[in-house]
């Protein structure tokens, strides 16, 4: 499958003309996974070597209990670009769905990198986030902003090294 369509066909272009996005060449912003290094100047997205491991990136799973402001699309929009931001990764498209009535949202952000996605349920004061990147990012620089915006009372994470050879 084209990546286009697939990029299309998981809603990640909802909000534009499905016309115009299954056209447009979206590839460009896609870094390849390489194993070599030098093979592209602005190649982020890459193999990771750390503590004699090879690996394709890190996926965390961040559970957040007792929450505030996890209804608010605005507010998670933000934690979710300025994790981005800390992590060093580049942000390609974010998109959120806000729910009724439990005003649970979903969501995620895409990167060159991979992914940042969150599901809400404010009726519950939970927030589940999962932070998956590769390369020189560095996703467990987004558990503190995550815990600066939401405040939770309690925070778990786990950690999964994806690709390991």
Not at 27 to 49: A, C, I, Q, W
Not at 124 to 151: H, Q, S, T
């Amino acid at each position: 499958m084209h990546k286009t369509t697939a990029l299309v066909q998981l809603g990640t272009d909802l909000d534009r003309d499905s016309s115009t996005a299954q056209g447009e060449d979206v590839t460009r912003s896609v870094v390849p996974l390489h194993s070599d290094r030098g093979s592209y100047e602005n190649d982020k997205d890459f193999f990771v070597e750390r503590d004699g491991l090879r690996f394709a990136g890190t996926h965390l799973i961040i559970d957040l209990w007792g929450c505030e402001r996890i209804g608010e699309i605005d507010h998670i929009d933000a934690a979710m670009r300025e994790s981005v931001e800390a992590a060093g990764a580049t942000l390609l498209h974010i998109h959120l769905h806000h729910f009724t009535p439990n005003d649970g949202v979903s969501g995620v952000a895409v990167l060159a990198e991979s992914h940042i996605s969150v599901h809400t349920w404010p009726e519950c004061g939970y927030a589940a986030f999962d932070v998956f990147m590769c390369g020189d990012a560095r996703p467990n620089a987004a558990i503190e902003v995550l815990k600066r915006y939401f405040r939770p009372d309690r925070v778990e994470v786990s950690e999964h090294l994806r690709g390991r050879d």
